[in-house]
Nanobody, 119 residues
Framework: QVQLVESGGGLVQPGGSLRLSCAAS????????MGWYRQAPGKERELLAG???????NYADSVKGRFTISRGNAKNTVDLQMNSLKPEDTAVYYC?????????????WGQGTQVTVSS
């Protein structure tokens, strides 16, 4: 069974930094793309950043220049470096992967990790 597990959320002061990590575990899968989304209370889930197998990245305007997505040091991992955090960045952050598995091609989600930006 393929799973995505996030880590690295927490409480940070405005202007601070956090690094989120996501690892895909299991066997028999091939990842086409990974990304980070977030969902704040009362709002829809939004795409923040994505990275495809070639290494090409894309960012939402709201985080461009502040957040950086990258492949982790371990295989099948992705990190999100978040700098200059603002209170409006407070949300549950989700890792996403579009991958091929023994069951077919589909979208997988992590369980979410809370990020709170507050003084």
């Amino acid at each position: 069974q393929v799973q995505l597990v996030e880590s690295g959320g927490g409480l940070v002061q405005p202007g601070g930094s956090l690094r989120l990590s996501c690892a895909a575990s299991g066997s028999g899968f091939s990842i086409y793309a990974m990304g980070w989304y977030r969902q704040a209370p009362g709002k829809e889930r939004e795409l923040l950043a994505g990275i495809i197998s070639s290494g090409r990245t894309n960012y939402a305007d709201s985080v461009k220049g502040r957040f950086t997505i990258s492949r982790g040091n371990a295989k099948n991992t992705v990190d999100l470096q978040m700098n200059s955090l603002k209170p409006e960045d407070t949300a549950v952050y989700y890792c996403h992967a579009h991958m091929a598995t023994r069951r077919g091609t589909g979208d997988y989600w992590g369980q979410g990790t809370q990020v709170t930006v507050s003084s």
